[in-house]
């Protein structure tokens, strides 16, 4: 259902500029489902809301799922939803990552919990190793701590080392 305008009727459009200035012009009430702009909105009555974190790339990722979301809420069931979700993470990790990002910026809470499960269910199974990797995290150990801690929890050192694609 969309948000309309009580005097004119007509619905109320909002622009999104990503942080490569690509702007998207989207229905008011499609973007409502962000926490971060309906603040903006009631606080700030602003048309243009700058995103200069987001990527145009990622934010037209998620406007595709808040449209497509939107169109499911009227008429379809849990199994259409979690249909919609599964070919929404089926994406390389990094770029689930930036969603992910991106989605708590935005706080659009819903879609936030389930990309969070996706991340953790791809890093499920995985070494320390991978998921440094993953996270491009650089341990600050030295080769003789790390050894030593290796030794006295060699149980969080098992996993999947070279499988970081997924």
């Known amino acids: 259902m969309a948000l309309s305008s009580s005097t004119t009727g007509e619905k109320k459009m909002l622009t999104l500029k990503s942080g490569d200035n690509e702007e998207f012009h989207l229905d008011e009430s499609l973007v409502l489902q962000s926490d971060l702009i309906k603040t903006m909105v009631k606080d700030e009555r602003v048309s243009t809301i700058p995103l200069p974190s987001i990527k145009s790339k990622t934010l037209v990722k998620i406007i595709e799922y808040l ?81 030593e801690f290796k030794r006295e929890t060699s149980w969080a050192f098992e996993g999947d080392l070279d499988d970081t694609t997924n």
């Not at 009227?74 to 199994?79: D, G, H």
């Not at 659009?108 to 995985?126: H, P, S």
């Not at 993953?134 to 080769?143: G, H, M």
């Open 67 to 147: 449209k497509k979301y939107a169109e499911l809420t009227a008429t379809s069931n849990k199994e259409d939803f979690k249909n919609i979700q599964k070919e929404f993470v089926n994406i390389v990790l990094e770029e689930l990552l930036d969603i992910t990002v991106a989605v708590n910026y935005l706080k659009i809470n819903g879609l936030l919990e389930f990309c969070c499960q996706a991340v953790a269910d791809r890093i499920k199974d995985k070494s320390v190793e991978a998921v440094q990797k993953i996270f491009k995290i650089e341990s600050d150990f030295t080769s003789e701590e790390v050894a």
